[in-house]
């Protein structure tokens, strides 16, 4: 499988014939087509196929599946119900911290910039970005933590009608700090080619609000 160059667009068979595979059952078995069950607004070119890998060559780097649960050195996949890609550039930040709210600027913007706690995200980080991370001294644990700090805002600007937007969350939380995601709402992978101070974004279904019946899921596979 592809975990580098180009890792999230065309040109391997691996990565497109697992995403094809899977949504061959979502139609097929599940009976997800399109004006039937599948009554998305306008769906996206990922249902064809969208299927990576994550860049494991880092021994320093905790992959996704071990993050959460699987055994290191492990064959494990993640299923997201993931949007669309969005790229992400940054070619100024020099240090993590500048990183952070960097990122953390482009996560807010997932389904909407005044709406929190509604969907989920994959950060897909670029070996170059990541080198800004792992030159410092930062591991997994920090990014994550550093990024959750950062995607804090006032309630009092997210508001329905604050700034002028109607869109936005109910009026009772404007006087609390709101996180953009939940705890576990931001999944980490490391991805891409050696070249690009470009990352990227895969927003979440806004469903995902629904934690109970609507959230990743990372399962072992193979021997």
Same mark, same amino acid.
């Given at each position: 499988m ?8 065309? /040109? ?7 995403? &094809? $595979?899977?949504?061959?059952?979502? &139609? ?24 990576? $890998? %994550? ?6 780097? %905790?992959?996704?599946?071990?993050? @959460? ?13 993931? %949007? #669309? ?6 070619? =100024?930040? +020099?240090t993590?911290?500048?990183?952070? +709210? ?18 989920? $995200? ?16 930062w591991?997994?644990? &920090?990014?994550?933590?550093a ?8 309630g @009092?600007?997210?508001?329905r /009608? ?5 869109e ?11 996180? =953009?995601?939940?705890p ?7 991805? #891409? #080619?050696?070249?690009g ?5 895969? /927003? ?7 934690? %109970?019946?609507?959230?990743?899921v990372?399962?072992?596979? #193979?021997?």
């Amino acid at each position: 499988m592809n975990s580098g160059l180009n890792a999230l667009g065309q /040109g391997n068979r691996a990565n497109a014939t697992i995403g &094809r $595979a899977l949504q061959l059952i979502v &139609r097929n078995v599940g009976g997800g087509l399109p004006g039937a069950i599948d009554r998305a607004t306008l769906g996206n070119p990922g249902k064809y196929t969208f299927c990576f $890998a %994550e860049d494991e060559s880092d021994p320093d780097w %905790e992959p996704l599946s071990v993050r @959460r649960g699987v055994a290191r050195g492990k064959n494990a996949v993640t299923l997201f119900h993931g %949007e #669309g890609v969005s790229g992400f550039i940054d070619q =100024k930040s +020099r240090t993590p911290d500048e990183l952070v +709210r960097s990122l953390a600027m482009g996560l807010w913007g997932v389904n909407h910039p005044k709406l929190a706690l509604a969907g989920n $995200a994959v950060l897909v980080l670029t070996p170059e970005h990541y080198k800004i991370f792992k030159d410092a001294g930062w591991n997994r644990r &920090r990014i994550e933590d550093a990024l959750y700090q950062a995607l804090k805002r006032p309630g @009092r600007d997210l508001v329905r /009608g604050a700034q002028g937007v109607a869109e936005g969350l109910p009026p009772a939380m404007a006087e609390r700090v709101v996180d =953009k995601f939940h705890p576990d709402g931001l999944l980490i992978v490391r991805a #891409g #080619g050696e070249a690009g101070l470009f990352s990227a974004i895969i /927003g979440g279904w806004p469903g995902q609000s629904v934690r %109970e019946e609507c959230q990743a899921v990372t399962r072992e596979i #193979g021997p």
